[in-house]
């Protein structure tokens, strides 16, 4: 039968083929080797590239509080002028007043000295006061009365006579009333300096240690980088490498595919020749009306199916 007919098949060598299955195995040993090493330095490369992002979301936020904390840090600054302003204007002031006190205490002394009297007038005008709130209380004889109004009259006379010195004395106190509230706002003002003063310098320390973190972070942050494009290199190179190999592969698998197609169309080759053999011989012994056997048969009705697939 035509299903029948045996044809000798055309192989490669056996060296030749042993040598391309060898390669074959060699390269997909090389392929896993490759697509393994990609793997771990692609990982490698991501988990890298997770601590320099991290390092880098870090290094944002404590910029973040650098800034806030250096307009503190200003802020306070600006008090420890503001409170500095205030307190040289006071000290000003009150060095100005003390020169005002100095010279009517001085003036005070010469018209004391000037009327050469050492009672203060003060003194006088409170004794003037006591004698004559007892004169009008107590009842006393018209001699000692007229004898305490002499002394009264005398006393006036030399209170008189002091009358500047009194003016000066009111000026002294009014003074030295004003140079105590100034010497207390000058002291809160020298204490705003000193509170507002370590209020700046802890922020500007605060600032110096964030900007020191900032730093190392800086340091891991680019660490991290040079560790992420050694592997980012690496794994292109692992790819590379991957497709070159993967590309060997292709090339010894086509030609593993084309000794197999050259084999299957020589094959088949043979077949068509051997089939157009039959069908001379069939040809021959219809044109001889001899007997056709069932093989001659089996070629004739495909002679007649290849003519009507034809037409």
């Not at 000037?114 to 004889?141: C, F, V």
């Not at 197609?261 to 012994?285: C, F, S, T």
Request: glycine content about 4%; overall charge positive.
């Amino acid at each position: 039968m035509l299903s029948e007919i045996q044809t000798p098949e055309i192989q490669i060598s056996p060296q030749e083929k042993k040598a391309f299955l060898e390669q074959q195995a060699k390269l997909l040993q090389e392929i896993h080797a490759c697509r393994k090493e990609l793997n771990e330095m692609s990982a490698q490369r991501e988990f890298w590239l997770t601590k320099k992002e991290e390092a880098g979301q870090k290094i944002g936020g404590l910029i973040g509080q650098v800034k806030e904390t250096r307009k503190s840090r200003d802020v306070e600054t600006l008090h420890v002028k503001s409170s500095k302003g205030q307190r040289t204007t006071l000290n000003s002031t009150i060095k100005t007043k003390l020169e005002e006190l100095r010279q009517l205490q001085q003036k005070k002394k010469e018209l004391l000295s000037k009327h050469a009297i050492k009672e203060d007038p003060a003194e006088l005008k409170r004794k003037i006061s006591q004698m004559e709130y007892k004169i009008e209380t107590e009842g006393m004889s018209f001699d000692k009365e007229q004898k305490m109004m002499k002394v009264i009259k005398d006393i006036k006379r030399k209170y008189k006579e002091f009358s500047g010195v009194m003016d000066v004395e009111q000026k002294i106190q009014k003074l030295s009333q004003e140079l105590s509230q100034l010497k207390r706002q000058a002291d809160a003002s020298h204490l705003q300096v000193q509170e507002h003063a370590t209020k700046s310098q802890s922020s500007h320390e605060q600032i110096l240690q964030t900007s020191g973190k900032i730093d190392e972070l800086k340091q891991q942050e680019d660490q991290a980088y040079m560790k992420f494009m050694e592997f980012k290199i690496k794994a292109g190179e692992a790819n590379s490498k991957l497709k070159e190999t993967l590309g060997k592969l292709t090339e010894v698998n086509g030609k593993l595919q084309q000794h197999r197609a050259e084999r299957e169309g020589d094959r088949r080759a043979r077949e068509q020749h051997i089939l157009e053999e039959k069908e001379k011989v069939v040809e021959e012994k219809i044109q001889k009306r001899k007997k056709l056997t069932t093989e001659d048969l089996l070629v004739f009705q495909k002679m007649e199916l290849d003519k009507r697939a034809q037409s």
